[in-house]
């Protein structure tokens, strides 16, 4: 199990991964992430579950982003604290993975929603809330490439 929804993600079926990156990552200009996991929705099926699933799960990579990129570092001076944030941030990865998998399992939109209602949507609530007030996990820090032959 990862540490992150990406983690988890990038190893749960790798050469599926790779032909999503190759198929789709690479090819759209704009919503990547979103964009292969509304492929790997389609991919399933065509159960509301599915989408609500896989939807959930880019968020929740964007969310795991933006925590990476922006609150971890402070973590990485202190072993003891850095350790305490790996652990933690391990048994998010557990939670939301299993949370998100619920509608994926339930397959049925209006059981997803009893599913989510019963846990007051805190899970999809917490994401957004991380995505608004920590952007940038959905976009990559584009490459400076210098020309060598400069003179």
């Not at 790997?40 to 159960?47: R, T």
């Not at 795991?64 to 971890?72: A, C, D, E, L």
């Not at 957004?128 to 976009?139: D, E, K, N, Q, Y």
Request: charged residues 20%.
């Amino acid at each position: 199990m990862g540490q992150s929804m990406k983690e988890v993600f990038d190893n749960w079926n790798i050469q599926t991964q790779l032909w999503f990156r190759r198929i789709a990552y690479d090819r759209l200009p704009t919503g990547k992430t979103l964009g292969v996991f509304v492929l790997s929705a389609f991919w399933h099926g065509f159960y509301p579950g599915y989408y609500l699933t896989f939807v959930l799960c880019a968020f929740l990579v964007y969310a795991g982003r933006g925590m990476r990129r922006k609150i971890r570092p402070f973590f990485l001076n202190n072993r003891i604290l850095k350790f305490f944030y790996d652990i933690l941030s391990w048994i998010f990865t557990i939670f939301v993975l299993n949370y998100s998998a619920a509608s994926f399992d339930l397959m049925d939109m209006e059981r997803a929603f009893k599913f989510y209602n019963s846990w007051y949507w805190c899970v999809h609530i917490a994401v957004l809330v991380i995505v608004l007030i920590l952007p940038g996990g959905s976009t990559k820090k584009k490459k400076v490439v210098q020309d060598e032959k400069k003179e």
